[in-house]
């Protein structure tokens, strides 16, 4: 199993900003398309937002126009640049390929926001 590395997250205040890293093993970065996923305390964990191979993306209603997904071929590494945070944003945040993959899932990279 290979675990995908996230970093980045902390404690901001709302309206403030982060950029969360992924270091995707070769394996899963080659798979070609890589999304962000976030879990908040007693609820599922859900796609926020993908990027495939030509990097088309795709996020979820409540992140369009705030979160910007990028990804960077030579350093192999996934971005998630977060943009007019939200509390309703704070939750783990993992990386992995999208559709995920049971073997990648990290221990992700918590993200606070405070009112």
Known sequence: QVQL???????VQAGGS???????STRAYA??????????PG???DVVASINWNG????????????????????????????SLRPEDTAVYYCNTNPPSDQY???GTQVTVSS
């Open 56 to 83: 088309r993306t795709d996020y979820v209603d409540s992140v369009k126009g705030r979160f910007t997904i990028s990804r960077d071929n030579a350093k192999k590494t996934v971005y998630l640049q977060m943009n």
């Open 105 to 107: 899932w990290g221990q």
């Open 43 to 45: 609820k599922e964990r």
């Open 5 to 11: 590395v996230e970093s980045g997250g902390g404690l």
């Open 31 to 40: 798979s070609g398309s890589m999304g962000w996923f976030r879990q908040a």
């Open 18 to 24: 982060l950029r969360l890293s992924c270091a995707p």
